[in-house]
């Protein structure tokens, strides 16, 4: 099949699993909070979206949600095809930049299959206050296609076009701020020369931007109560068992998603005697998982590049912080 006809059976089994939520409504946890209470669609209220928290700093999602609640007002319907339409898109995007990085219609397709059709998208996808995710990710992804296009072959018109998709998806959503570390595993798969200097020099503007939208989602958050005093917080032995435990379930996750759910309480034992032994069992698997990405490293740099990418993305939600 043509690669046009394999990204269109993505849309199609994408749509199959995610048409469903076509029929919902709005959910009374945050869904009103993010479409009703948002300003008066004026210069004024839309550029007060840039300088507001609400349960964070997404300002583009928020625009984005006051656009549409402008135009269509509360129908929950057209919402719910928004996302969709955007996570419909993200799966051709997967399917366009694994192609790019790894040249195989094959693995693009069955790359972009898992993305489109994986329950792990439910929330993105079918909760409307959820809209920062699926757009976040179109210009996190879109940002990823272009960087491969500037890597290949350097020029200040693509350096631009990958800083101002950077800044689009982390407007989106905070979670963007590890786009630069994405690029450094784009860079290992590319075979770019990490240690030199022009890498570096790439990369520092996007750092920066990262630390100055880290600190803002930071601050939001604990205006909105999501993040504790460090005063109140677990000891950080303890705070790194929480890591593992996190990171195993993402891991689970992915390969077996029965127990997926918005909410995913403290595992017990932490509080209790066991602690010591969350800590054993997580240095022991960070040490198995280090000796796996050392030996991929030297003998399969494909391979090691999906183990960075995986884990760069998960370092800000791995409740160390």
């Not at 993505?10 to 209470?37: E, M, Q």
């Not at 625009?63 to 269509?72: A, I, K, P």
């Not at 719910?80 to 790894?102: E, G, K, Q």
Request: hydrophobic fraction near 55%.
């Amino acid at each position: 099949l043509s690669p046009k006809s394999l990204a269109g059976l993505v849309i199609l089994a994408s749509l199959a699993a995610y048409a469903p939520c076509l029929g919902n409504g709005f959910v009374n946890l945050d869904d009103y909070a993010y479409v009703t209470s948002l300003p008066d669609f004026s210069v004024g209220g839309v550029a007060g979206l840039f300088v507001r928290w609400t349960e964070g700093y997404h300002p583009l999602a928020l625009l984005s949600l006051s656009v549409f609640h402008h135009l269509f007002g509360l129908d929950p319907w057209v919402h719910h095809l928004v996302s969709l339409l955007l996570h419909l898109a993200n799966s051709c995007l997967v399917f366009a930049l694994v192609r790019m990085l790894f040249r195989s219609d094959g693995a693009a397709f069955l790359s972009a299959l898992l993305f489109g059709v994986h329950p792990a998208h439910v929330e993105a996808v079918a909760w409307v206050a959820s809209r920062k995710d699926v757009l976040y990710a179109f210009f996190y992804l879109l940002g990823l296609m272009a960087y491969v296009r500037f890597a290949r072959q350097p020029s200040g018109g693509r350096y631009a076009t990958v800083v101002i998709l950077f800044l689009l998806s982390v407007l989106s959503k905070g979670m963007a701020v590890s786009f630069p570390l994405s690029l450094l595993a784009v860079d290992f798969l590319l075979e770019r020369p990490l240690l030199s200097r022009r890498v570096w020099a790439e990369k520092a503007p996007l750092f920066l931007l990262s630390l100055v939208f880290g600190v803002a989602s930071v601050l939001a958050q604990r205006s909105s109560d999501y993040m504790v005093d460090v005063g109140g917080m677990q000891p950080l032995w303890v705070r790194l068992g929480y890591a593992v435990c996190a990171f195993g379930l993402y891991v689970r996750g992915v390969l077996w998603p029965p127990w997926l759910s918005m909410f995913h309480p403290y595992p017990a034992g932490f509080q209790e005697s066991w602690q010591l032994g969350y800590v054993a069992w997580g240095i022991l698997l960070a040490a198995l998982w280090l000796a796996a990405l050392m030996g991929v490293v030297r003998t399969r740099r494909r391979a090691a590049f999906c183990l960075l990418f995986f884990g760069v993305n998960l370092v800000l939600v791995l409740q160390i912080v």
